[in-house]
């Protein structure tokens, strides 16, 4: 794999429409930009990937402050693309692989298909395919219904102590946490994972979040629409986006590898590190760099 490392400082912020986004540099090799928060990805990728891969971590807007006259009002699909793109040109990343989480994936995907010019490939991770409707929700419920008893009575009692005194006393970014940690059943190969220490140091924008949720919400995806690599990672035990709601969806990516994990849940390359870390770099390996082009709208 050629080594195309990016010289520039290690840390340091980069300055958008509405606020700064903190980034943070690691390792050597094939750029690849992280999108989500730098704290939390940055634990969840093994430090042996930073051996061949340069990991670029950023923060994007619902982990960074507001400048104060920003509306939240203004988050968008557009605003959050146009944000990596800012981040890709600031730090020169041509010939990126753009690499998303959950959420994130889908910012990785609607960015390959708004700005292709620069992408090697796109990487999604325990991601959702846009646009569900009543037969993958149907999929879902019936994923979890085939879910162990076990797993099932846990999810049950740990979500009976997401009371109402325990929401009133927790500001509304702490009680996203405990809510997300105490989903464990539905995230983790092992349900009595305790996924608390990801999340030290993040800071959440809970207005910006909310609305980046909307914004995804209203996004579908029609088939040939983005012909960027896309390789999909997934976990057998991920019960809040199983695997089986991307069995009706894979086909619209024309170029596509799924790959899926049998002993992780919603995030693979801290379960089964080793394994993801040989299917990533196999497939880094294997892409062919991007032409010119300008971004599509």
């Excluded at 989500?36 to 619902?62: C, E, M, N, P």
């Excluded at 980046?212 to 960027?228: K, N, Q, S």
């Amino acid at each position: 794999m050629t080594d195309r490392t990016t010289a520039h400082p290690r840390t340091g912020e980069i300055e958008v429409d509405g606020a700064r986004l903190p980034y943070r540099i690691e390792g050597r090799g094939q750029p690849c930009l992280v999108l989500g928060s730098v704290a939390y990805y940055s634990r969840v990728f093994s430090q042996s990937l930073r051996d061949h891969l340069q990991l670029v971590f950023v923060d994007l807007r619902h982990f960074a402050a507001s400048d104060s006259a920003f509306s939240p009002d203004a988050v968008s699909i557009d605003l959050y693309t146009a944000d990596v793109e800012r981040v890709r040109q600031v730090l020169g990343l041509d010939d990126v692989v753009v690499i998303g989480h959950s959420v994130h994936a889908t910012i990785a995907l609607e960015f390959a298909r708004r700005y292709p010019a620069h992408v090697r490939g796109v990487v999604m991770v325990g991601s959702s395919p846009e646009g569900i409707d009543d037969e993958d929700r149907a999929a879902d419920d019936q994923y979890w219904r085939e879910a162990s008893e076990d797993r099932r009575t846990l999810r049950a009692r740990t979500r009976a102590e997401l009371t109402p005194e325990l929401k009133a006393s927790l500001a509304p970014s702490d009680y996203f946490v405990r809510e997300y940690v105490a989903a464990g059943p539905l995230h983790w190969y092992d349900m009595t994972y305790d996924g608390t220490w990801l999340w030290e140091g993040t800071e959440l924008n809970m207005p910006v979040l909310e609305r980046l949720y909307t914004a995804v919400d209203h996004l579908t995806l029609a088939a040939g629409e983005v012909t960027t690599p896309v390789l999909i990672v997934h976990g057998r035990y991920d019960y809040g986006s199983p695997p089986v709601l991307w069995d009706r969806h894979r086909e619209k990516l024309p170029v596509h590898t799924f790959v899926l994990f049998d002993k992780s849940g919603h995030t693979p390359p801290l379960e089964e590190p080793e394994l993801v870390d040989e299917t990533l770099l196999a497939w880094i390996g294997a892409l062919e760099p991007v032409g010119d082009g300008s971004p599509t709208s």
